[in-house]
Nanobody, 122 residues
Framework: QVQLVESGGGLVQAGGSLRLSCAAS????????IGWFRQAPGKKREFVAA????????TYVDSVKGRFTISRDNAKNTVYLQMNSLKPEDTAIYYC???????????????WGRGTQVTVSS
């Protein structure tokens, strides 16, 4: 089992940057793929990015490609989401999730954090 805590959200102007962190408890962090999802008010939870257990594989939703970068440091039990060139439509609660399967759907992941709010003003 793993517990996840997101941090790094906040209010930023369009064009700005934020780096989200997902800190995990437990000694088995490296066996989990990690995904980032987001949910805007009134919308379904949406996949954003994912990274394999080793960190050598990544995938992104088309809307963030070239702007967001996912990375991980298994020695620190932490995954990062660097978000650049932020747009108002990126406003959402961002969640990280851990699972044994590297995928882009919510049911690939068994463990979820509580989320961190990202607000991008125009």
């Amino acid at each position: 089992q793993v517990q996840l805590v997101e941090s790094g959200g906040g209010l930023v102007q369009a064009g700005g940057s934020l780096r989200l962190s997902c800190a995990a408890s437990g000694r088995t962090f490296s066996i989990y793929a990690i995904g980032w999802f987001r949910q805007a008010p009134g919308k379904k939870r949406e996949f954003v990015a994912a990274i394999t257990q080793s960190g050598r594989g990544t995938t992104y939703v088309d809307s963030v490609k070239g702007r967001f970068t996912i990375s991980r440091d298994n020695a620190k039990n932490t995954v990062y989401l660097q978000m650049n060139s932020l747009k108002p439509e990126d406003t959402a609660i961002y969640y990280c999730a851990a699972g044994r399967t590297f995928g882009a759907t919510w049911d690939d992941y068994s463990y979820w954090g509580r989320g961190t709010q990202v607000t991008v003003s125009s």
